[in-house]
Nanobody
Framework: QVQLVESGGGLVQAGGSLRVSCAASGSIVNAMGWYRQAPGKQRELVASISRAGSTNYADSVKGRFTISRDNAKNTVYLQMNSLKPEDTAVYYC??????????????WGQGTQVTVSS
């Protein structure tokens, strides 16, 4: 069984930066990334990265967020710059055991709150 342990997040002013990290333990995973869910909204895929390093981003975060991973540590990072109040949400680490995109998620983290004040 894979466990995803998140760290980072918190409160920041608009225009600021935050980094969240997620370490996977128990087994090697393939695609990793981050979803977010704001109050009253559906959970959405923010960014994902394959083991080979291919990345995908939601249009709303392109140019502001950067996802990266360290395969040796089975860890994924999300650097969030130029944060906006609309980025406020609970951010969930996600991972997929098999090959393919992170549209299919096998494992979820517990979630970490990111709040951007205006």
């Amino acid at each position: 069984q894979v466990q995803l342990v998140e760290s980072g997040g918190g409160l920041v002013q608009a225009g600021g930066s935050l980094r969240v990290s997620c370490a996977a333990s128990g087994s090697i995973v393939n695609a990793m990334g981050w979803y977010r869910q704001a109050p009253g909204k559906q959970r959405e895929l923010v960014a994902s990265i394959s083991r080979a390093g291919s990345t995908n981003y939601a249009d709303s975060v392109k140019g502001r967020f950067t996802i990266s991973r360290d395969n040796a540590k089975n860890t994924v990072y999300l650097q969030m710059n130029s944060l906006k109040p609309e980025d406020t949400a609970v951010y969930y680490c996600a991972a997929r055991a098999g090959w393919g995109s992170l549209q299919v998620v096998n494992y979820w983290g517990q979630g970490t709150q990111v709040t951007v004040s205006s």
